[in-house]
């Protein structure tokens, strides 16, 4: 009976660690997507320029 419970045990484990990376990359997604949204997308500087990819980035 413990040997059962043990496997029980295990595959419950091993499900619930699937959903969690699969809900990992689905966020890893969601981020990805904001982050090319945010270059494609940038506001324009006070000259009319469109501002730098990178604020530390320095011509």
Known sequence: MGMVL?????????????FVVKALWW????VL???VL???IRPAT????RGRWY???RW
């Open 55 to 57: 604020r530390w980035y």
């Open 38 to 40: 945010g270059f494609l």
């Open 6 to 18: 043990l496997i029980l045990l295990l595959a419950l484990l091993l499900f619930g660690l699937g």
């Open 46 to 49: 006070a000259g009319g320029r």
């Open 27 to 30: 966020i890893a997604v969601v």
């Open 33 to 35: 997507v904001i982050w």
